[in-house]
């Protein structure tokens, strides 16, 4: 779980990060505080700044729904969505 | 290891998730201390709240007995048995 | 490294479990001090309690001598070894 | 994400890694702070002592667009892409 | 990174180990500094005790130049380099 607090640019990088949204993510728990560190997560359904959002790490964050699954890529973290209600 | 502490919804998610229970896990020892942090695991087993579960993450999350294994899937951590005891 | 401290009994699991001796196992260091956190993890060299092992993690879990390598595994953390000495 | 604080030589290596900037890098969070340890990461991207960089870990590392994809590869950490910006 | 400091005796092991050296290591930063924990990582490039190294965990560790590179193999840490100088 992770909360979404601002995105990186970065001109030079590998042709697979070319025009994917990459976000910076603080790792929060369930009642929403932060713990653990911030990671750069490649955001795959739409989040935007504040929003709580669930990520994915390793090779699954590579295999979110991209138009072409097969083709080359680095990511190593996808947010793959966005959390409405933490129910405990 | 790790203790069933509530669930997620996010209606906004890789359609991987659709239709799988989504937890929120608080790791435990064997002591049943809680320790490091929370994850969220796709449930496998009908684990309840309050229940000790098995966690397994990376590739093998994605190994559960789902109907079609070979199916796209993004998780990255999932409940893989319910904990009756521990033998110390 | 690790030292097997005990074993968990889960009725409820993924079938690739069954069968299997899911031990816990708190990590250790070359002074047989613990240190970090306990991990499940199934034994494959017939490890019992209170001795020193050698544990892997990840797809590495996954490859030990199983009757049939290609069957589902969800595994992600297995002992493949039982220490006799720490030479230092 | 990290930033670049050295390099390292190794003349005695496995042959994947003949040829390749072996950086230290020092990972640090959205305010430049160091945070964790720090990593040995191959670059890919020419980056420079001093630089804020992306890195990716595991299998996602072994990715980039390295002349022979398919060519035998130990690395398990890359630099991918230097931060131009943190949007905040 | 780390620095070799010991190694184990394990009779009773995964057959894919046999004949590996496995050394214990202790993660180090740059300043050669003792961080986070000992690590047991096979050796692929002759290194002794007290040599710095470079580690790579996971599936990278289990891609070193082997004499039949597609046999089954547990290892999830191994030695690929030998440092002789950290550039800062």
Known sequence: ???????????QKDSS???RKLMIVQQVN?????IRYE??????????IGEFVLLVKGA?????????PSERDVVDCSIVGIIDRFNK
């Open 1 to 11: 779980m992770g909360r979404v607090v601002g995105s990186i640019e970065a001109s």
């Open 17 to 19: 990060l070319v025009g």
């Open 30 to 34: 369930s009642e929403c505080d932060p």
């Open 39 to 48: 990671e750069v997560a490649a955001d795959t359904v739409g989040a935007g």
């Open 60 to 68: 699954g964050a590579r295999k979110t729904n991209r138009d072409n």
